[in-house]
């Protein structure tokens, strides 16, 4: 049986992705490799992490000692690199860790793979590395091919990291494939970022912050659909290769707000209050996934309509989980980035 490091496992797409090999009983041994930062939480694989499928190790990918040895301890053929600091309003407040895991940490493992062998490893990128789209053209979207032009420090943390990537393959000739997603939505998303932050605060009784005019513009993607895009590519994708991924599904974050305050029956005026703009925000992401459709026949499988249902019930069933994040080290960044502004 093949063994893959997923990194960030304990983070919301990592645990998705391990959640989804578990469920379709894919034939590989997990070695998940989380730091368990402050939106890594064991408890999103707790139930899944058994001796022999799925092993948890706590640690951080910029120790290259702690990697070398999980790598010859279980074998390490493979890798799907998720491991980040995916928030882009934290990359603003601070960019230090940023630097650290995004670029670091990929650096780490790229060059444990290069020295004691890999034979795939998936770098989980972000169509954010090619920056932000005019709104009003609606033909414009990203491809592989368009110029990388990051615009927050998170975006380009993510595309350096995605350029060291290159670099091992041109020049050390390692199997990399590179992934770059649209915006997902699911279980397990931390409630920072926007759609579980507004139904948890609908839920507290809270008003939901909408940066600026509301207008900007994101491609929607339902988690388990990305998860299944990596495994498709991990397994049927080029070395060298990049895949864009994504949901077709362009919204406003006003039309998202729309969408959640009325599956959560309330009305606008009470629930909406527009804030101060995220400094340097990009107006427009929209990603052409037509490569992964034509050469590894991937498409997206659910509609926003019924999977934003399915989410929005997901954190009304689990109220525990997110009612346990929104304490502690939650309350100062979020007095830090919204009521104090
Ligand atoms: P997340 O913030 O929910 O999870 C990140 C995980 O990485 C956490 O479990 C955290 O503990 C872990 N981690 C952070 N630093 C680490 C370190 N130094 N060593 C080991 N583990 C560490 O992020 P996410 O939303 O699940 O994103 C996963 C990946 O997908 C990221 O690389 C992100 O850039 C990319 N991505 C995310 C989206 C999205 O919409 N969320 C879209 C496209 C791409
Ligand atoms: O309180 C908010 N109010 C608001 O209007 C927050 C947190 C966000 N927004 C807006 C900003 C964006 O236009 O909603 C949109 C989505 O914001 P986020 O959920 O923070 O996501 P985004 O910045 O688009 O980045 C996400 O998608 C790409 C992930 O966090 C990244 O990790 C991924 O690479």
Redesign the pocket.
């Known amino acids: 049986m093949r063994t893959t490091l997923v990194?960030?496992s304990?983070?919301?797409?990592?645990s998705n992705f391990v959640r989804m090999l578990r469920g379709r009983n894919e034939p590989v041994r997990v070695i998940c490799?989380?730091?368990?930062?402050y939106?890594?939480n064991l408890a999103n694989v707790a139930d899944i992490v058994d001796k022999d499928r799925v092993v948890f190790v706590r640690g951080?990918?910029?120790d290259a000692a702690l990697v070398a040895e999980l790598w010859k301890q279980y074998d390490i053929r493979e890798v799907v690199h998720?491991?980040?600091?995916?928030?882009v309003d934290r990359s603003i407040l601070d960019s230090g860790p940023f630097v650290q895991?995004n670029i670091v940490?990929t650096q780490v493992l790229l060059d444990t793979a290069r020295k004691l062998g890999c034979d795939r490893y998936l770098q989980?990128?972000?169509d954010e590395v090619y920056g932000s789209l005019p709104e009003h053209d609606k033909s414009a979207m990203f491809t592989e091919e368009t110029p990388l032009a990051p615009n927050s420090p998170y975006s380009a943390s993510?595309t350096a990291a995605d350029c060291m990537v290159r670099a091992y393959f041109h020049t050390f000739g390692l199997p990399v494939l590179t992934t770059r997603?649209?915006?997902?939505y699911g279980p397990y998303h931390?409630p920072e970022?926007m759609i579980p932050l507004f139904v948890t605060n609908l839920m507290e009784g809270k008003k939901v912050p909408l940066y600026g005019d509301g207008m900007n513009i994101r491609d929607w993607l339902y988690v388990v659909d990305h998860c299944d895009a990596i495994w498709t590519v991990l397994n049927k994708g080029k070395p060298g290769e990049v895949y864009n991924i994504g949901g077709n599904n362009e919204m406003t974050n006003r039309e998202v707000t729309e969408i959640v305050l009325r599956e959560m029956g309330k009305p606008w005026d009470q629930w909406v209050q527009y804030v101060k703009d995220r400094p340097g925000h990009d107006r427009r992401y929209a990603i052409d996934a037509s490569k992964i459709r034509r050469e590894l026949g991937w498409e997206p499988k659910y509609r926003f309509d019924t999977a934003i249902r399915q989410t929005i019930q997901w954190y009304k069933d689990n109220e525990t989980w997110w009612r346990a994040i929104k304490s502690g080290e939650y309350l100062t960044y979020y007095e830090k980035q919204y009521v104090s502004r």
Do not use: M
């Open positions: 990194t960030g304990a983070g919301f797409i990592g490799l989380d730091k368990l930062t939106c890594g951080d990918i910029c998720f491991a980040a600091e995916s928030h895991t940490g989980v990128s972000t993510k997603c649209s915006n997902n931390f970022k």
